[in-house]
């Protein structure tokens, strides 16, 4: 199960960095033709907050349990990132996109798995 749950992590940390980089740094041009038209529908800043939440959270999957410093924060980081994607899931939802709101609530489901996991 560690092993499960460690590959879990380490491809949803990817996937959040990958993300999250893309939020904080791209111009909002550049998002909408990587991740679609909803950058219309949300304030840049919280756009680039998101990014850095998903910064944030990818290294909480990874750090606390790999150098064994409060490793109850990778299920809390994973918990966060299970909050993220409701918040994307009502977005997508709103704007009728269900191959996004399909992706998102597989993040959710693999983000729960790995909180629960964890603790």
Do not use: C, Y
């Amino acid at each position: 199960m560690n092993t499960v749950l460690w590959v879990l992590q380490i491809a949803l940390a990817l996937i959040f960095l990958g993300a999250g980089l893309m939020k904080a740094t791209q111009s909002l041009a550049t998002l909408e033709t990587r991740v679609g038209g909803w950058v219309h529908d949300v304030p840049l800043p919280v756009i680039r907050l998101t990014g850095v939440a998903e910064i944030l959270g990818a290294a909480g999957l990874i750090l606390p349990r790999a150098l064994d410093i409060a490793p109850v924060l990778t299920a809390l980081a994973a918990g966060g990132l299970a909050i993220a994607m409701v918040g994307a899931i009502v977005v997508h939802a709103r704007r009728g996109e269900h191959r996004e709101v399909a992706f998102n609530g597989v993040l959710l489901l693999l983000t729960l798995f790995v909180a629960v996991g964890r603790l």
